[in-house]
């Protein structure tokens, strides 16, 4: 099939190569010429495992290609896919300006009859929109697809080589034998095709992530609960996922959830319900607690060394004073240098706001932290040399290159060795015996 991809970023990209990977010809189209430029001289701008290999493969093939020229990208092709931005409003909603935009450019370029799929995280009704807005440009027959995307950053290319689902919204015959088409490679396990009507189908993907987004907070509330009570997270997380009714998929507690999609799809659809005179009150729960949950860790390292102080006077304003706390992962999630709504963006500053200094370290994500906060805080290519001479180590993120290190030069490095595991990735009876002072997560 001949497809456009309207927008490059990480949703336009990974779809653009993985329909380029199964055959078909593939044009992504940006207005961002740099970026543009970036991807035609073999640099991705994104980090993603695998994309880089696969963009080479079907570039070399002449199946992908890259262009800032709409003109051609929707002239050239059946199947056109709007996957661009959709940042939150003041009000939470979400903006659909860029889509809104792409429509009208879409319209304006048509020269037969096209498909234009909504791939883009959109609310309820959006299509309609998108509908009118090329129908104001154009006299040509087309159709408007909702197909949402469910893709884990850090496992992108799998979950669109290898969906759970696919899910389409459609509202004509024609359009549905084109879907049918264009995923039925992807699908060949047995994995369904869920064809639905189109404002079902926009809803679905909402529904999906903030149900996603209630098990962490859930979990995570757990685990606040049980640091109060004394019982441990991790055996009563372990009795709870053995019932197949819940799962252990999502159940782990931590510092918050972070990125593109569950801080601005929850408050999205916080903000669609009550446009409709609905209050979204377990999801307005699921945000506040998402929020407090990323204070736990620093407010956890603020009591350990206020306790340690005798001059309980003194700490009122800079309670970290005089503190190196070292800092292992900074994007929000592994396998990602996404450093949006990242939990170590609000540790970070709640440390420093205390008097701390800070030295941290990701294995992707240093580019993306520079940016953030500059020279307020040291960033080391190495682990280990954020650990010297530090007064404490603090786990943000569960990177798998941080689950089995060298404890014994950990504790030569560190003036103390003392562990905020914010996400419960260590022993803690092992670094206890290995002279570690440990605080978990909910845990004893």
Not at 61 to 73: G, N, Y
Not at 84 to 103: F, H, M, N, Q, R
Not at 339 to 350: K, L, Q, W
Not at 390 to 414: G, H, S
Request: charged letters at 25%.
């Amino acid at each position: 099939m001949k497809i456009s991809i309207i927008g490059t970023g990480y949703v336009g990209l990974v779809t653009g190569t993985c329909l380029a990977e199964s055959g078909n010809d593939v044009i992504c189209m940006d207005i961002d010429a740099k970026k543009i430029e970036l991807l035609n001289s073999g640099t991705v701008p994104i980090y993603e495992p695998g994309l880089e290999e696969l963009i080479k493969r079907n570039v070399s093939h002449d199946r992908l290609s890259f262009t800032t020229d709409m003109s051609k990208a929707v002239r050239t092709s059946d199947l056109i896919f709007i996957a661009v931005g959709t940042p939150p409003g003041e009000d939470g909603s979400a903006d659909l300006k860029y889509v809104i935009g792409a429509a009208k450019e879409i319209g304006k370029y048509m020269n037969s009859y096209k498909v234009v799929i909504n791939k883009s995280t959109v609310p309820v009704g959006t299509a309609d929109k998108v509908r009118a807005a090329v129908a104001g440009k154009t006299k040509q027959k087309f159709d408007v697809v909702s197909n949402p995307e469910f893709l884990k950053e850090g496992a992108a290319i799998e979950d669109f080589m290898k969906p759970d689902r696919v899910v389409i919204g459609v509202d004509s015959p024609r359009t549905t034998e084109l879907m049918q088409e264009l995923y039925a490679p992807f699908v060949r396990t047995g994995k369904p095709i869920l064809l639905m009507d189109v404002r079902s189908a926009e809803m679905t993907k909402y529904a999906s992530n903030a149900m996603l987004a209630t098990k962490i907070s859930f979990i995570n509330e757990m685990a606040v609960i049980c640091a109060g009570l004394g019982a441990d997270i991790d055996n009563v997380r372990k009795g709870m996922g053995f019932d197949r009714r819940i799962g252990f998929e999502f159940l782990f507690p931590g510092v918050g959830y972070g990125g593109s999609c569950f801080p601005k799809d929850v408050k999205a659809l916080v903000q669609t319900a009550s446009e409709y005179g609905v209050d979204a009150k377990v999801l307005k729960a699921v945000e506040m607690v998402n929020d407090r949950q990323k204070t736990v860790l620093s407010s956890m390292i603020i009591r350990h060394f206020s306790s340690k102080t005798a001059n309980k006077k003194s700490l009122t304003r800079k309670p970290l004073m005089g503190k190196t706390i070292a800092v292992w992962g900074l994007s929000f999630k592994p396998r990602t240098d996404d450093m949006r709504e990242a939990p170590s963006v609000v540790i970070i500053n709640s440390l420093l706001r205390a008097g701390a200094k800070v030295k941290a370290h990701d294995p992707v994500a240093m580019p993306g932290a520079r940016r953030i906060f500059k020279n307020r805080i040291q960033l080391f290519e190495d682990g280990y040399e954020a650990l010297r001479s530090a007064d404490a180590l603090a786990i943000v993120t569960e990177w798998n290159e941080f689950r089995t290190p060298d404890f014994q030069k950990m504790k030569k490095l560190m003036i103390k060795p003392v562990v905020f595991d914010g996400r419960n990735i260590f022993n803690q009876d092992e670094l206890r015996k290995l002279g570690f002072t440990y605080y978990g997560m909910g845990r004893k």
